[in-house]
């Protein structure tokens, strides 16, 4: 994160657990213990670390989506613009319409047409979209799938490829103008050259919104991020500008991690 | 040694081939047995008549009532199991249902008899579509929980994610994505009301036969069967597999208009 850059989404102490139905929060297992970060206004961040590090719940815990699972429970704070999203007065279902999340599989909602699918924050809501017609076109355009799609706008939003589906999720989700977008390796699920879409379009939405990317990919972090941060166990090792994270990390692990090492010489 | 384990797998899989197919046949003989004998029944003894449609119709008024009664409370009560009650809640409302569900039917009748219909009069339509509704909403509850439970949780998510509220995400995402599965259990679950008889014997009024003048005060061609059925007139006994055979076709027919809605993808 670039120094002069303003903290949009700041966490504190930030500790998430899963509890099996019906057992006491006590015997619960830790998904994050104590993660404290800033994710800078208008940049993008990336989340990278292995498998249960505990980066897709950071990321949802940010937007309060931790919560929905069943025996889910957050500790800590999330402040949005100063505000804690966890704050006793807080509408969790405002919050989630302030920071979009887009998912690892392309989720379309399969009873809705393309169109549809764009306008759903608004039109499953119950609000008037005016001006839809408009906003639909902008929408696709933003996320290149405009030319694809034009003709088939009243299509099944699940008629279109995957790589399509998740542009379209991404104009969904950009439809409502979130003030941060999380996007949960909005990749895995695509070919490489739908992949080289969706990274073009975040450098394109680069500087007009707060985007945090949880990837797998190393490469694509390398690309697509300003400030990258390493995530263990549940616990943040480190959190630098990309360009530091790949060429000169602080901590082992992430040097391990960073250059495929990891868990064969030093483990963890 | 392959050539005998061959012919030896031939011959198991034919074996078990036609003891399927034998099994189906046999499943299918009495259904299809009973609607050419009481067609031929009905025929030799003269039973078809105007009449019939009138109990036809009888029918399908109180079995529309009764959908109306069981289904929006079935939904409700399922909706409630499936994404609000806690887990001990949920189990509890689903042993209630289950056991409902199984319960003989001619309990309804008798519950609905004693309690509601004392208010207003023992025979009447009203009573006799409550006791049916009651037949079909633990059934109908069941369903729409089961159902609930098979819309994916990514698609639950999505809405979610959407800043949905979360009474939004299952009325406009959740019931509208399992919609023509519930189109179809409500409609099989109609035709299983319109054949259904013994909830009806204390609610129905006095049972006539099919013959009788006044056809009672609701008519109902299960009731009537049975009531025709009992009685030692040929003639009234020719009604009576009159009944029977619109009563299969017209079930076997809404049971298949379920089937094709509900095996539609929306």
Request: aromatic share 6%.
């Amino acid at each position: 994160m670039s120094a002069s850059a303003r903290a949009k989404v700041v966490v504190e102490d930030l500790r998430a657990w899963f509890a099996a139905p019906g057992r006491p929060a006590s015997e619960a297992t830790s998904a994050l213990s104590g993660v404290s970060m800033r994710f800078a206004e208008n940049e993008v961040t990336a989340l990278i670390g292995p498998s249960g590090s505990g980066k897709s719940t950071l990321l949802r815990c940010i937007n309060r989506m931790h919560e929905v699972t069943r025996g889910a429970g957050v500790g800590g704070s999330v402040r949005l613009d100063g505000v804690d999203v966890y704050g006793a007065k807080v509408d969790p279902v405002e919050v989630r319409r302030r920071i979009g999340l887009v998912f690892q599989r392309p989720n379309p909602l399969p009873m809705l047409s393309v169109r549809e699918n764009v306008l759903a924050g608004f039109r499953l809501a119950g609000e008037p979209v005016p001006q839809a017609e408009e906003l639909v076109e902008s929408m696709l355009r933003r996320v290149a799938l405009w030319d694809e799609v034009k003709d088939r706008l009243d299509r099944p939003g699940t008629s279109l490829s995957g790589g399509q589906q998740q542009r379209l999720c991404i104009a969904r989700c950009l439809a409502l103008r979130p003030e941060v977008m999380l996007m949960d390796e909005p990749c895995s699920a695509l070919d490489p050259v739908a992949t080289a879409r969706i990274e073009e379009l975040l450098n394109e939405l680069r500087s007009k919104i707060t985007i945090v990317v949880v990837t797998h990919n190393l490469q694509q972090a390398a690309r697509v991020a300003d400030s990258t941060a390493f995530l263990h166990q549940g616990e943040l090792i480190e959190h630098e500008p990309t360009s530091v994270v790949f060429t000169n990390p602080r901590d082992p692990r992430t040097e391990n991690y960073i250059t495929g090492r990891f868990g064969r010489t030093t483990g963890s | 040694m392959t050539h005998t384990s061959g012919t030896r797998r031939a011959r198991t899989d034919r074996l078990v081939s036609w003891a399927g197919a034998l099994a189906f046949a046999g499943l299918l003989a009495p259904v299809l047995g009973l609607v050419l004998w009481s067609l031929l029944e009905a025929l030799a003894l003269g039973g078809f008549e105007l009449r019939l449609f009138a109990a036809l119709v009888g029918s399908l008024e109180l079995c529309a009532l009764a959908l109306l009664f069981g289904l929006p409370t079935g939904l409700l009560a399922g909706l409630h199991v499936a994404e609000l009650a806690g887990p001990r809640v949920a189990r509890a409302v689903r042993m209630i249902a289950d056991v409902l569900a199984g319960a003989p039917p001619l309990l309804f009748g008798v519950l609905v008899h004693s309690t509601v219909a004392s208010f207003t009069g023992a025979s009447s339509l009203l009573p006799s579509a409550l006791a049916l509704g009651l037949f079909i909403a633990p059934a109908m509850a069941r369903a729409t929980e089961e159902l609930l439970s098979l819309v994916p949780e990514g698609l639950r998510e999505a809405a979610l994610g959407l800043g949905l509220a979360p009474w939004r995400v299952v009325l406009f995402v959740c019931l509208p994505s399992v919609r023509s599965s519930l189109g179809g259990v409500a409609l099989a679950l109609g035709a299983r009301a319109l054949g259904e008889a013994a909830p009806l014997l204390f609610t129905a009024g006095a049972v006539r036969g099919l013959g009788a003048a006044v056809f009672g005060d609701s008519p109902s061609l299960a009731l009537g069967l049975y009531a025709s059925m009992s009685s030692a007139d040929p003639a009234e006994q020719g009604k009576a597999w009159a009944a029977a055979f619109v009563l299969l076709v017209t079930v076997v027919a809404a049971s298949a208009l379920g089937r094709s809605v509900g095996e539609r993808r929306a």
